[in-house]
């Protein structure tokens, strides 16, 4: 299955609301990094963003995965983006 990497910028005013649902986005990441659909993820730039490399079958799979996260949901991720991620090292680790 195909590796897209996503990415996540917040806004600084969410981060009241974003520690608020924090619990539920990372229960939704557990549960899709169980279900082997993300691979890796973790904030970037000290939270002021995330990276995440989730498998599917394209981007919309991806997207339409990733509109389940309750950031997304609660409308807390003021800019994603999402790359195909053709990964040439390191494939026997997705």
Do not use: N
């Amino acid at each position: 299955m195909p590796a897209f990497a996503l990415s996540y910028t917040y806004d600084a005013t969410t981060a009241p609301a974003r520690d608020e649902v924090r619990p539920r986005h990372v229960e939704f990441l557990q549960q899709q990094y169980d279900d082997g659909r993300l691979r890796i993820s973790g904030p970037v730039d000290s939270g002021a963003g995330a990276l995440l490399v989730v498998t599917g079958d394209d981007e919309q799979d991806v997207l339409t995965l990733m509109d389940g996260d309750p950031f997304a949901e609660e409308g807390l991720i003021a800019k994603r983006s999402v790359l195909r991620w053709d990964v040439f090292f390191g494939k026997d680790k997705l």
